[in-house]
């Protein structure tokens, strides 16, 4: 029998992309769900910050890839309070409610971008590099507790560049950049990972030459094995003339971040 699987922001650039991938694999019954409904495409409407119709979309779900998100870093109590944090309440509380035996939570690098580059980071370190790194942090913590609490295993993955073309634009994208493929091969080592992991956090890259992060352990504890060098591509891309963007920065969250200077108090 199929794996019932749900994915919100099915409609993004990452989770359209599993959902594509997901159903061409044949191995399971996959809910395609979004913010607004794109029936051409098999997308669901579904509003994370409505928590009754997540309860009720999660009922009889075996696996929920939750990919659905706000990145708006700009309007943290308007947009992603509501959107990212009360919507993955919303989600785990339906998953406790409908039987979900595993939620796989779509977190990022930025969880860690305040590290700077050269520094050895672990998927049990936390630095964010912005509100939205921030709130991601914080949803890793809420599987945690779910999973402590309820039994509920809970997965992050913090994706690192996924672009969606299958070609790391920058240098600094060669370090954390995912390829297609892998991040479906991903996805399903997720699904597929043992029951007795009830708690995992890892960094989604492919495996890259100059990767940031130690993901060889991943073979052995839930079967990922990528396939795609950002390195290599990145290789013929020169060779084909095309313009590498060099934006490394000091911090691995990228060149937008940055230390704000404190201001000195005014003498009263």
């Not at 594509?20 to 794109?38: K, M, N, Q, S, W």
Request: include cysteine.
């Amino acid at each position: 029998m199929n794996k019932k699987i749900l994915i919100t922001g099915a409609a993004g650039r990452i989770g359209s992309c599993l959902a594509e991938g997901l159903r061409a694999a044949g191995r399971y019954d996959v809910i395609a769900t979004d913010i607004a409904p794109d029936p051409d495409r098999g997308i669901e409407k579904l509003d994370v910050t409505d928590a009754q119709a997540v309860e009720t979309a999660l009922q009889g779900m075996d696996t929920v890839l939750h990919f659905g998100w706000a990145k708006d870093e700009d309007d943290f109590l308007g947009k992603v309070l509501p959107v990212n944090v009360t919507g993955a309440y919303h989600v785990y509380e339906g998953a406790r409610k409908g039987g979900v035996s595993r939620v796989i939570f779509a977190s990022s690098n930025h969880a860690t971008g305040f590290y700077r580059v050269g520094e050895q980071v672990t998927p049990k370190d936390h630095r964010p590099d912005s509100f939205y790194g921030l709130s991601k942090s914080y949803i890793e913590l809420l599987g945690r507790l779910y999973s402590d609490q309820y039994g509920i295993s809970s997965f992050n993955i913090r994706i690192g560049n996924f672009p969606g073309d299958d070609r790391p634009h920058s240098d600094r994208a060669a370090h954390i950049w995912i390829s297609r493929r892998d991040m479906v091969h991903l996805a399903m080592c997720c699904i597929e990972a043992d029951p007795s992991l009830t708690y995992l956090t890892l960094y989604g890259t492919s495996a890259n030459a100059d990767n940031y992060y130690d993901i060889g352990y991943l073979s052995e504890l839930i079967g990922y094995r990528p396939r795609d060098d950002a390195a290599e591509v990145l290789a013929s891309q020169k060779c084909g003339g095309e313009d590498i963007r060099h934006d490394l920065g000091e911090f691995q969250g990228g060149p937008g971040v940055r230390k704000v200077e404190r201001r000195e108090r005014e003498p009263q």
